[in-house]
């Protein structure tokens, strides 16, 4: 009985975890990291999007382009030079992931008196991309 028990409980974890698709259910990335929590994917579909200081706020969850029919990364982050395209500053662990992204025109934050990190500032973390 214990291992029936056992494993209802993990599906049940297993189910909590949700997709979340941009621009779908969410018409910018930062509102999709927003909305989620821990174990969630945002699913993000073809296209460029404008925006910048993209911030997964320490949560683990999984951040996803879309790929074309031969490999292809499909969506591009433009940061319009106003910023770091994303940052990671809040502890995030190997658990935040991004993947099939093609981050571009960045600016950089301020750190130490210089700008770093155009398409990715990184301080405090050890997020996988």
């Known amino acids: ?5 056992l494993v209802l409980a993990c599906l049940t ?3 909590s975890a949700d997709v979340i698709i941009v621009p779908d259910d969410h018409a910018t990335i930062q509102a999709a990291i927003d909305a989620s929590q821990d174990g969630d994917e945002i ?3 073809e296209g460029t999007y ?7 706020d320490g949560k683990k969850i999984s951040i996803t382009g879309a790929l074309g029919d031969e490999g292809e990364r499909m969506v591009t982050i433009d940061g319009d030079q106003k910023g770091s395209v994303i940052i990671c500053e ?3 662990t190997p658990a935040t992931r991004f993947s099939n992204l093609i981050i571009t025109n960045g600016s950089g934050t301020e750190y130490n008196g210089y700008l770093a990190g155009g398409g ?3 301080t ?3 997020a996988a991309v």
Do not use: K, Q
């Not at 009985?1 to 028990?5: P, S």
């Not at 404008?50 to 997964?56: L, Q």
């Open 120 to 122: 990715l500032f990184n």
């Open 124 to 126: 405090n973390y050890s």
């Open 43 to 45: 699913y993000i579909n």
């Open 1 to 5: 009985m214990r291992f029936v028990t």
């Open 50 to 56: 404008m925006e910048w200081a993209i911030n997964p």
């Open 90 to 92: 809040n502890n995030e």
């Open 13 to 15: 974890g297993a189910a």
